[in-house]
């Protein structure tokens, strides 16, 4: 991330001057800003703010109805009488930790390991990656396979080992469900944050790597005091995308577990839809949107901030 | 300050041999055991998260009684190719994956054309409230589109745009545009002014030097998010789920609920059409993938 231009040396003084200004800048910029500003401000940013809204209103969402103001009833209703609300605020917020700790250690760990020169390095690469590139959903579909009580995989390797009383129910009982469906979830987004984490491993400086060798310092300094720091804006931006995607998770929960057994799976985002689509209440769908944004607001800021304090320089 | 390295030590003595690779041993010939035991975890650990696809292709070619009769890794006894047949007559694949591919191929470059357009001007053009535009724009890449879900789907209802693949376009080009943005954005920032400038000196218009000049140096980042971004509208399930009815409008990624009814669901197929499903972006991952790594975060312009 850090950039790197060979200042050459000012070839001419004319450089300097500027021609003169024919518009204003702001309307040189607009017809450039529009399009893309006008879709993302009706498609994306208006629907979130119309959920705020909505999350006053009591509403079934059948155009034939109107919505009825209601003021913080949704909110009291969902923090006193909701108890999937809160299994599913415990279960997002557990998800963005598991998540942090997991698979981006492993992520770190592989991408450290695959860095160097090895043989079956770029088949390894692409092994890790493949996940990422399929669709979540299709991903729930085979894992179910595999967590498959009589038939899938899990169960049956623990029948040939001889733990056959180590076999679950993995995807239908509430105590394994979330568990299962975070195992499935690292399996996929392992590759992405390593493949990142590579990307960021090539601006670690070579020749500080090799001074630093040269100067007689073992492999575990060079990792502190050369490759750590440089690895930093890199692992922000992990950090980042692997808190945001926690609370993203929707395909894959949908597709093994649908929220249950018992509610056991169910996340803010899911529960978000399901209050809107399935129990035809809008406003509670609103009320729990905007918690799933006020969290991910609470967990973005400080990174935007930190961006923003870098773009001053 | 590199170039005192680059020199550093050449080889004493003895006819100057192409530099091997070390890979397995030390300077001196011995072996390094650290090295091999990395190379084997790594090498476990890759075989471990091959095994879900190894599964997926055998049962792909499993008929019912073999998937009920044979372990989940042993071989089929009958290879069924045939479930491959079966799997696009029962995704409706021929339908679901022209939607999916109309859809996509609109979206992904008008999608990355707009998103460079507003990354441009943010960027290049030094208007008063270009940060407070960043912000915005960043905000909107962070947080989860499910928040809009429900009311997007009220606002298309109005549009009277609800189960239509072109309306399926209009939100999914608006939930690629902040993240690429803001990517565009931190490497347009990157190109030097004077480039710029001496462009302005030749009387280039603002129009031209985001065609010309801009647009060709920015290529790298864009050909890193042509992958994310078909990867992403290909594969998008909340937003196609929310808004598509009939299953002639369906999304690749919708089909997959056709194989399973509430009482079974018919593995061998199932697992044939997620590999097909994926063969598309395995395509897409492949033409573009030299970039991939080095684009994705490199913000840097070589001078």
Do not use: C
């Amino acid at each position: 991330m850090t950039v790197t231009t060979p200042s050459r040396g000012k070839s001419a003084a004319d450089g300097r001057s500027r021609p003169p200004r024919r518009h204003h800048p702001f309307l040189r910029a607009l017809p450039y800003l529009v399009p893309a500003f006008a879709l993302y401000g009706y498609f994306l940013v208006y629907p979130m703010l119309d959920a705020i809204r909505i999350s006053f209103f009591k509403w079934s969402g059948f155009r034939t109805e109107e919505p009825v103001f209601v003021g913080f009833d949704n909110y009291t209703r969902m923090f006193t009488e909701d108890p999937v609300f809160w299994r599913s605020f415990t279960n997002s917020v557990l998800w963005v930790v598991l998540s942090l700790l997991l698979p981006m250690m492993i992520a770190l760990l592989l991408a450290l390991g695959l860095n160097r020169k090895m043989i079956g390095r770029n088949l390894l690469r692409s092994v890790f990656y493949l996940p990422a590139v399929f669709a979540s959903i299709t991903v729930a579909a085979m894992w179910r396979w595999l967590y498959n009580p009589t038939l899938g995989l899990f169960n049956q390797v623990l029948e040939a080992v001889g733990l056959e009383s180590w076999a679950q129910t993995w995807l239908g009982d509430p105590k394994f469900a979330f568990y299962s469906v975070f195992v499935a979830s690292v399996w996929q987004a392992v590759g992405f944050s390593m493949v990142l984490l590579l990307a960021g491993l090539q601006n670690v400086p070579q020749e500080l790597v090799e001074a630093a060798r040269i100067d007689g310092a073992s492999a575990w300094q060079v990792f502190r005091n050369v490759t750590i720091p440089a690895l930093r804006p890199t692992f922000i931006v992990v950090v980042i995308l692997t808190m945001i995607n926690s609370l993203k998770v929707f395909d894959l929960i949908v597709g093994m577990t649908g929220g249950g057994p018992a509610q056991s799976t169910q996340v803010l985002a899911l529960w978000s839809y399901t209050q809107s689509f399935t129990n035809h209440s809008f406003g509670q769908g609103g009320a729990v949107a905007t918690v799933l944004l006020i969290v991910s607001l609470v967990l973005v800021i400080p990174y935007m901030a930190w961006t923003m304090k870098g773009e001053e320089k | 300050m590199s170039i005192a390295l680059a020199t550093a030590p050449a080889a004493t003595g003895g006819p100057v041999k192409p530099k091997r690779e070390r890979t397995f041993t030390h300077t001196d010939g011995r072996p390094d055991y650290i090295k091999i035991g990395l190379w084997a975890s790594l090498m476990i650990t890759g075989l471990l998260w091959a095994v879900p696809f190894y599964i997926m292709f055998v049962t792909s070619l499993k008929s019912q009684a073999d998937i009920a009769n044979t372990l989940a890794w042993e071989l089929p006894t009958q290879w069924m190719w045939s479930n491959y047949a079966e799997a696009i007559d029962t995704g409706n694949l021929l339908t679901t994956g022209s939607n999916s591919l109309i859809v996509s191929l609109i979206k992904v470059p008008l999608g990355l054309l707009l998103a460079a357009a507003a990354a441009f001007a943010i960027a290049r053009i030094k208007f008063r409230g270009s940060r407070i535009a960043l912000a915005v724009i960043a905000v909107g890449s962070m947080v989860p589109i499910q928040i809009g879900l429900g009311p997007l789907f009220t606002t298309m209802l109005s549009l009277d745009l609800l189960d239509s693949r072109w309306g399926l376009l209009l939100p999914y080009l608006a939930f690629g545009i902040p993240y690429q943005v803001f990517v565009l954005y931190g490497f347009m920032r990157a190109i030097p002014d004077e480039i710029e400038e001496s462009a302005r000196v030749d009387g280039a218009s603002t129009l031209r030097i985001f065609f010309r000049l801009i647009l060709p140096l920015a290529k790298p980042a864009l050909a890193a998010l042509f992958i994310l971004d078909f990867v992403a509208t290909w594969n998008e399930y909340a937003i196609a789920t929310t808004l598509l009815q009939s299953q002639s409008n369906w999304t690749v990624p919708l089909a997959v609920q056709s194989f399973s009814t509430q009482f079974a669901t018919d593995y061998g197929p199932l697992n044939a059409f997620v590999f097909m499903s994926a063969v598309p972006v395995l395509i897409v991952y492949l033409l573009f993938q030299r970039y991939f790594v080095s684009g994705a975060l490199a913000g840097a312009v070589k001078g």
